[in-house]
């Protein structure tokens, strides 16, 4: 494998020691809020950021927002330190942590922001980080489509979310989710359907639900750390965080019930039986994440206090466990050289350590007690059991959660005591910066399982009052909740489970041929993404054929049209033509320019078209000074000669007109200038024809010399009264100017490669 | 151009033609001027010149190629923008700063932002033209 270091290249680097470091220290910040969330009192932090469009950088830290904190920090520092040691000695090792690093800071904010603005921006955030971290391997090219796929189909599930934000923050009066959680629940109001459909699509392609999901397990090509950190315990669960986020204001409904229901469990029990079947270590991991995925999201379709205190129980274990699982998986790889279940096996003695936390997570991932995945198990059946849809809840949650268990033998019971296989390299232990994650994880799985109340209190409880929206009774989450029906099925899933993992090997048989005649949605998108390309190229050579012609022609069609339809819609009447008060002057001018046009028209020269043109534009000038515009005629002079110039040096270089191609297409060039020229001389007099608001020009008179100090008011808009607009447009020459000069450069270029 | 008369004259008509594009640039704030015509002004300069002389020899004299002229032109023009925000004021603010008084009345003269800001205006039409025109002359 390419992702793999030298063992003996330094791995205390600056960017990976530093990273590890700074995320370290963020969790011990969080870490000290602890208490006065658990006291019920939110932290709110304010920089006003555009205060005219009610945008600004605000953040919320309350129980939900805190758990998550917590475990991005938590588990980011061990997995940058972890990765610093995986990747040590990787030429762009450096490149990695920055964007781990990034992603970190971006998850934060995802789970910080309070405004739903800043939400969208760092949820958008965590897509491209979490691009660049697929897509690592660049040189491979199935990592460099995994990784569009997962953008693609992320980023367009964020658009769907800003449209359904931009809906809710409008509808609302405010974007600050706070405030819309703390209005009350938005069911039954205006948009609430249309919300809902959006925000989902959001979440759902995040949190990769069914038939969103194909794109994480294919996120897979990430280096081990990443797939430990964005798709399994952080990124992916964004789209939970904001169902959990959202619960207060958009759940309740039938929709969000039957929704969240049937796609949360489809997908669990889906990704359940996927990982039963794979072979790859690394995608049965990714298979159970999709698993817990699922199951969050069924539980967020309840709202009764055990579904909610089952979800958030559940996210944190899985968090542990699972992070644990991944990094595991790397320490496997890393010492033997492979991730095949059928080969892995009897590592126990060579890897003691690392069996042991493999161990501890296995327990916790299948459900054992005293660990805290066990009270998850038993608060899940609880709140299933509530749960409006239970009589399909329940079945569903069985067969994941027996599934899950004999998945939890597989992965972490299987490689260690089973039978030993034919390993490519002698295992050997893992070093200690990548040992201590998975060992810190199991530990805290463990301990919080053995001190349930304390867990509850300081950190369950509240995230759970936060997406309920209202403070909760609590006291749900016990080791031993006494003899009743969810430790029954705890002990079904167990025996379930147990015959599962003793015929696994039959199973994966049959669900392989299952899976074999299915359709296969990953290759569909690749069929869907080249239909797509086809469809914009065919599309792009019809509109754009390089003829300069036929650009100018569609753009001058386009504009008389509009004009001519916004003037008859909106009633333009006729002009009148007053000729009488034209002087000698006037007549003069306007005869020199029709004269220019004229000589455009006949000659077959560019140059003496060229200066047929500057004529116009000279008799344009004259107009302006005989009406006592300077500074507007000085710059049409200036232009006119620039142009004239700029056009004769251009022209040295291009052929003689062609009479006969110029005359095929003169009679529709004729009628639409005709046209455009009728059209804009209309528009004009029905301009003059109008009283001349004078408002702004006696404003700008006053104003140019006492608050300007200027006595050219054109010169004083310019540059002091409008200086944003002349900013733009001097950027805009700049481009223009860049914009050509490449393109001239990159002509020559090309002509000097074909000599 | 190979006309002898031509380039003897044109290297009298360039300065010329530069220093007003530079007097333009300055009165412009009271009278017809300012930093879009003085750059037009100034490209015609270097314009004949190349003419005259080549564009090689011009990039010789403008000693600094002129799309760097036309992007430090834009930074200059931000500078000044940026000059307000840090004395408190909402972008682009005009500044004003008297010398030898305490008003536009009384003062000898005066340094402001807004006259930075139209020396980028005219820096980056210079450039901005300039790099155009040698695009156009030099590709053969």
Same mark, same amino acid.
């Given at each position: 494998?390419a992702?793999?270091?030298?063992?003996n290249?330094?791995w205390k680097t600056?960017s990976g020691i530093?990273t590890s470091a700074?995320t370290?220290?963020?969790f011990l910040?969080?870490?000290?809020?602890?208490?006065t969330?658990?006291?019920?009192?939110?932290?709110?932090w304010v920089?006003?950021?555009i205060?005219?469009?009610d945008?600004?950088?605000s953040?919320?830290?309350?129980g939900?927002?805190?758990?998550?904190?917590?475990?991005i920090?938590?588990?980011g520092a061990?997995?940058?330190?972890?990765a610093?040691k995986?990747?040590?000695g990787h030429?762009?090792?450096d490149?990695?942590a920055?964007?781990?690093?990034a992603?970190?800071?971006?998850m934060?904010?995802?789970?910080?922001a309070d405004?739903?603005i800043a939400l969208f921006?760092?949820?958008?955030?965590?897509?491209f980080t979490s691009?660049?971290?697929?897509?690592?391997?660049?040189?491979?090219?199935?990592?460099?489509?995994n990784?569009l796929?997962?953008?693609?189909?992320?980023?367009?599930?964020?658009?769907?979310?800003?449209?359904?934000f931009?809906?809710?923050?409008?509808?609302?009066g405010?974007?600050?989710m706070?405030?819309?959680?703390a209005?009350?629940?938005?069911v039954?109001k205006?948009?609430?359907?249309?919300?809902?459909?959006?925000?989902?699509?959001?979440?759902?392609?995040?949190?990769?639900?069914?038939p969103?999901?194909?794109?994480?397990p294919?996120?897979?090509?990430?280096?081990?750390?990443?797939s430990?950190?964005?798709?399994s315990?952080?990124?992916?669960?964004?789209?939970?965080?904001?169902?959990?986020?959202?619960h207060p204001?958009l759940?309740?409904?039938?929709?969000?019930i039957?929704?969240?229901s049937?796609?949360?469990?489809?997908?669990a029990v889906?990704?359940?039986?996927?990982?039963l079947?794979?072979?790859?270590l690394?995608q049965?991991l990714?298979?159970?994440t999709?698993m817990a995925?699922g199951?969050?999201?069924m539980?967020?379709?309840g709202?009764?206090?055990?579904a909610?205190t089952?979800?958030m129980?559940?996210?944190?274990?899985?968090?542990?466990?699972?992070?644990g699982?991944?990094?595991?998986?790397?320490?496997?790889?890393?010492?033997?050289?492979?991730r095949d279940?059928n080969v892995?096996?009897?590592?126990?003695?060579a890897?003691?350590?690392?069996a042991?936390?493999?161990a501890?997570?296995?327990l916790?991932?299948?459900?054992?007690?005293?660990?805290?995945g066990?009270i998850?198990?038993?608060?899940?059946?609880a709140?299933?059991?509530?749960?409006?849809?239970w009589?399909?809840?329940?079945p569903?949650?069985?067969?994941?959660?027996?599934?899950?268990?004999?998945?939890?033998?597989?992965v972490?019971y299987?490689?260690f005591y089973g039978?030993?296989?034919?390993?490519?390299?002698?295992?050997h232990e893992?070093?200690?910066?990548?040992l201590?994650g998975p060992?810190v994880l199991g530990?805290?799985?463990?301990?919080f399982g053995?001190m349930p109340?304390?867990?509850?209190f300081y950190?369950?409880?509240?995230?759970?009052n936060a997406?309920?929206g209202?403070p909760?009774?609590?006291?749900?989450?016990?080791?031993w909740?006494?003899?009743?029906?969810p430790?029954?099925?705890?002990?079904?899933?167990f025996?379930?489970?147990?015959?599962i993992?003793?015929?696994?090997?039959a199973?994966?048989?049959?669900l392989?041929?299952?899976?074999?005649k299915?359709?296969?949605?990953?290759a569909?998108w690749?069929?869907?993404?080249?239909?797509?390309?086809?469809f914009s190229?065919?599309?792009?050579g019809?509109?754009?054929?390089?003829?300069?012609?036929q650009?100018?022609?569609a753009?001058?069609?386009?504009?008389?049209?509009?004009?001519?339809?916004t003037l008859?819609?909106?009633?333009?009447?006729g002009?009148?033509?007053?000729?009488?008060?034209l002087?000698?002057?006037?007549?003069g001018i306007?005869?020199?320019?029709?004269a220019g046009t004229v000589?455009?028209?006949?000659?077959?020269?560019?140059?003496?078209?060229l200066?047929?043109l500057g004529?116009?534009?000279?008799?344009?000038?004259?107009?302006?000074i005989a009406?006592?515009?300077?500074?507007v005629?000085?710059?049409?002079l200036?232009?006119?000669l620039?142009?004239?110039v700029l056009l004769?040096?251009?022209?040295?270089?291009?052929?003689?007109?062609?009479?006969?191609?110029?005359?095929?297409?003169?009679f529709?060039?004729?009628?639409?200038a005709?046209?455009?020229?009728?059209?804009?001389?209309?528009?004009?007099l029905l301009?003059?024809?109008?009283?001349?608001?004078?408002?702004?020009?006696?404003?700008f008179?006053a104003?140019s010399?006492t608050?300007?100090?200027g006595?050219?008011?054109?010169?004083?808009?310019?540059?002091?009264?409008r200086?944003?607009d002349t900013?733009?447009e001097?950027?805009?020459?700049?481009i223009?100017?860049?914009?050509a000069?490449v393109?001239?450069?990159?002509?020559r270029a090309?002509?000097?490669?074909e000599? | 151009?190979n006309s002898?008369?031509?380039?003897? #004259?044109a290297r /009298? *008509?360039?300065a $010329? %033609?530069?220093?007003?594009?530079?007097?333009m640039?300055?009165? @412009?704030?009271?009278l017809?001027?300012?930093?879009?015509?003085g750059?037009?002004?100034?490209a015609?300069?270097?314009i004949?010149?190349s003419?005259?002389?080549g564009?090689?020899?011009?990039r010789r004299?403008?000693?600094?190629?002129?799309?760097?002229?036309?992007?430090?032109?834009? #930074?200059?023009? /931000? *500078?000044?923008? $940026? %000059?307000?925000?840090f004395?408190?004021?909402?972008?682009?603010? @005009?500044?004003?700063y008297w010398?030898g008084?305490?008003?536009?009345?009384?003062?000898a003269?005066s340094?402001?932002?807004?006259?930075?800001?139209?020396?980028?205006?005219y820096?980056?039409?210079?450039?901005g033209i300039?790099s155009?025109?040698?695009?156009?002359e030099e590709?053969?």
């Amino acid at each position: 494998m390419a992702e793999h270091s030298d063992p003996n290249a330094p791995w205390k680097t600056l960017s990976g020691i530093g990273t590890s470091a700074i995320t370290a220290a963020l969790f011990l910040f969080f870490l000290q809020y602890i208490p006065t969330i658990a006291a019920g009192e939110p932290v709110r932090w304010v920089i006003p950021w555009i205060p005219s469009l009610d945008v600004s950088l605000s953040f919320w830290l309350d129980g939900l927002s805190l758990m998550f904190a917590l475990l991005i920090t938590g588990i980011g520092a061990m997995v940058m330190l972890y990765a610093a040691k995986y990747l040590a000695g990787h030429p762009q090792y450096d490149r990695f942590a920055l964007y781990l690093f990034a992603f970190m800071l971006s998850m934060l904010g995802v789970v910080l922001a309070d405004n739903l603005i800043a939400l969208f921006v760092f949820w958008e955030l965590t897509t491209f980080t979490s691009y660049l971290l697929i897509g690592f391997s660049h040189a491979d090219p199935k990592s460099r489509r995994n990784a569009l796929q997962a953008l693609l189909l992320t980023a367009t599930g964020g658009l769907a979310l800003l449209a359904g934000f931009i809906l809710m923050g409008v509808s609302q009066g405010t974007f600050e989710m706070s405030q819309i959680n703390a209005a009350g629940s938005l069911v039954g109001k205006e948009f609430y359907t249309l919300i809902l459909f959006l925000v989902l699509a959001g979440a759902f392609t995040k949190s990769a639900q069914v038939p969103f999901h194909f794109w994480l397990p294919n996120a897979m090509a990430a280096p081990t750390p990443v797939s430990a950190y964005l798709h399994s315990a952080t990124m992916v669960k964004a789209g939970v965080y904001l169902l959990a986020r959202t619960h207060p204001a958009l759940s309740g409904s039938d929709l969000w019930i039957w929704i969240l229901s049937i796609f949360g469990a489809v997908t669990a029990v889906f990704a359940s039986f996927m990982a039963l079947r794979q072979t790859d270590l690394k995608q049965t991991l990714a298979y159970t994440t999709l698993m817990a995925l699922g199951t969050l999201v069924m539980f967020l379709a309840g709202s009764s206090g055990y579904a909610i205190t089952a979800a958030m129980t559940f996210l944190l274990v899985h968090s542990l466990y699972k992070a644990g699982l991944f990094l595991i998986i790397g320490i496997i790889d890393h010492a033997t050289g492979t991730r095949d279940a059928n080969v892995l096996g009897g590592l126990k003695k060579a890897m003691p350590i690392t069996a042991m936390a493999a161990a501890v997570a296995g327990l916790a991932m299948a459900g054992i007690p005293p660990f805290l995945g066990f009270i998850a198990k038993e608060v899940a059946y609880a709140g299933a059991l509530e749960m409006h849809l239970w009589l399909f809840v329940v079945p569903m949650a069985l067969i994941a959660f027996a599934l899950m268990f004999a998945v939890a033998g597989i992965v972490a019971y299987k490689p260690f005591y089973g039978p030993q296989g034919d390993l490519p390299h002698e295992p050997h232990e893992g070093p200690w910066p990548m040992l201590l994650g998975p060992v810190v994880l199991g530990t805290c799985g463990l301990l919080f399982g053995l001190m349930p109340g304390l867990t509850a209190f300081y950190l369950i409880e509240p995230a759970v009052n936060a997406v309920m929206g209202a403070p909760d009774t609590g006291g749900r989450v016990k080791l031993w909740a006494g003899f009743n029906l969810p430790l029954l099925l705890s002990l079904i899933t167990f025996a379930l489970g147990f015959l599962i993992y003793q015929k696994h090997l039959a199973l994966r048989e049959r669900l392989a041929q299952i899976e074999a005649k299915s359709p296969d949605l990953d290759a569909s998108w690749d069929v869907f993404l080249d239909w797509f390309v086809r469809f914009s190229k065919g599309q792009t050579g019809l509109i754009q054929t390089g003829v300069l012609r036929q650009y100018m022609f569609a753009t001058f069609a386009v504009f008389a049209v509009t004009v001519l339809i916004t003037l008859i819609a909106r009633g333009a009447g006729g002009v009148q033509f007053n000729l009488a008060g034209l002087g000698l002057m006037e007549w003069g001018i306007s005869l020199l320019i029709a004269a220019g046009t004229v000589l455009v028209l006949l000659t077959s020269s560019r140059i003496t078209a060229l200066v047929g043109l500057g004529t116009v534009g000279i008799g344009v000038a004259l107009i302006f000074i005989a009406y006592s515009a300077p500074d507007v005629a000085i710059t049409q002079l200036l232009v006119e000669l620039l142009v004239v110039v700029l056009l004769a040096l251009a022209l040295l270089k291009m052929p003689y007109l062609d009479k006969d191609n110029r005359q095929k297409h003169s009679f529709p060039n004729a009628v639409l200038a005709i046209a455009v020229g009728a059209l804009t001389t209309w528009v004009l007099l029905l301009v003059v024809d109008q009283p001349f608001d004078r408002r702004l020009t006696e404003f700008f008179e006053a104003a140019s010399w006492t608050q300007a100090f200027g006595r050219n008011i054109v010169n004083v808009i310019l540059v002091d009264f409008r200086t944003l607009d002349t900013f733009g447009e001097i950027a805009v020459v700049l481009i223009a100017a860049l914009g050509a000069f490449v393109l001239l450069k990159g002509f020559r270029a090309s002509k000097e490669e074909e000599k | 151009m190979n006309s002898i008369i031509f380039t003897a #004259g044109a290297r /009298l *008509l360039v300065a $010329l %033609v530069f220093v007003f594009s530079l007097f333009m640039l300055l009165r @412009g704030h009271h009278l017809p001027g300012g930093g879009f015509i003085g750059g037009l002004l100034g490209a015609v300069a270097f314009i004949i010149y190349s003419l005259a002389c080549g564009p090689e020899e011009t990039r010789r004299a403008l000693r600094v190629s002129p799309e760097g002229i036309a992007v430090i032109g834009l #930074g200059i023009a /931000l *500078l000044a923008g $940026l %000059v307000s925000f840090f004395m408190g004021d909402p972008f682009f603010t @005009g500044q004003w700063y008297w010398v030898g008084g305490d008003s536009y009345e009384t003062a000898a003269f005066s340094i402001n932002s807004v006259l930075v800001f139209d020396i980028g205006v005219y820096l980056v039409v210079l450039g901005g033209i300039l790099s155009l025109t040698f695009a156009f002359e030099e590709e053969t």
